[in-house]
T-cell receptor, first 114, second 116 residues
Framework: NAGVMQNPRHLVRRRGQEARLRCSPMKGHSHVYWYRQLPEEGLKFMVYLQKENIIDESGMPKERFSAEFPKEGPSILRIQQVVRGDSAAYFC????????????FGEGSWLTVV | AQSVTQLGSHVSVSEGALVLLRCNYSSSVPPYLFWYVQYPNQGLQLLLKYTTGATLVKGINGFEAEFKKSETSFHLTKPSAHMSDAAEYFCAVTPGGGTSYGKLTFGQGTILTVHP
């Protein structure tokens, strides 16, 4: 049973470009979470999605960031017009249900903005 | 609201020595508590979790943690450190019960170094 799959593992973007990070949850999991780990900081919750729905986006920056989890295909975290401060590791996690379940993390996507 | 404080950003032990990583939490409702380990450039792996029931929780790789409500603590221990334990460890909390889902609040992390 494959784990949470994230790609790309490493992404380099120039300032002003767009970054798209993809996450395929574990088989049987329909709940996806995105976290960000900035240098020298712990992980911070960004957004919680179910298929075709955003449940909690309280941790998402107000501008340039968006997330989706379509009926078919992976979840996408999209960062428009990237700036150097967006350089971080972005982790996706999934769970089979929303409540009372452990979440399982992917290997992460490391974004570097130059 | 929840918060987590990990005391000591760096802990260094000798191989074979006791490992103690400290975690204190704050939660307005009974919490669920977790310890995760992260190796360099990798994702987070769940070590153990406390939800309800027995307050001493055993996890993988010989780690265990004890939930102490009166002290609002969830310290992680291992009797004998191994070189392969060198990594960064994160304590996390989420509201327990029916309101719990995967929105975790993490501590800042503790980097464990193991000396031969």
């Amino acid at each position: 049973n494959a784990g949470v799959m994230q790609n790309p593992r490493h992404l380099v973007r120039r300032r002003g470009q767009e970054a798209r990070l993809r996450c395929s949850p574990m088989k049987g999991h329909s709940h996806v979470y995105w976290y960000r780990q900035l240098p020298e900081e712990g992980l911070k919750f960004m957004v919680y999605l179910q298929k075709e729905n955003i449940i909690d986006e309280s941790g998402m920056p107000k501008e340039r960031f968006s997330a989706e989890f379509p009926k078919e295909g992976p979840s996408i975290l999209r960062i428009q017009q990237v700036v150097r401060g967006d350089s971080a590791a972005y982790f996706c996690a999934s769970s089979p249900r929303g409540t009372g379940n452990t979440i399982y993390f992917g290997e992460g996507s490391w974004l570097t903005v130059v | 609201a929840q918060s987590v404080t990990q005391l000591g950003s760096h802990v260094s032990v000798s191989e074979g020595a006791l490992v103690l990583l400290r975690c204190n939490y704050s939660s307005s409702v009974p919490p669920y508590l977790f310890w995760y380990v992260q190796y360099p450039n990798q994702g987070l792996q769940l070590l153990l979790k406390y939800t309800t029931g027995a307050t001493l929780v055993k996890g993988i790789n010989g780690f265990e943690a004890e939930f102490k409500k009166s002290e609002t603590s969830f310290h992680l221990t291992k009797p004998s450190a191994h070189m392969s334990d060198a990594a960064e460890y994160f304590c996390a909390v989420t509201p327990g019960g029916g309101t719990s889902y995967g929105k975790l609040t993490f501590g800042q992390g503790t980097i464990l170094t193991v000396h031969p």
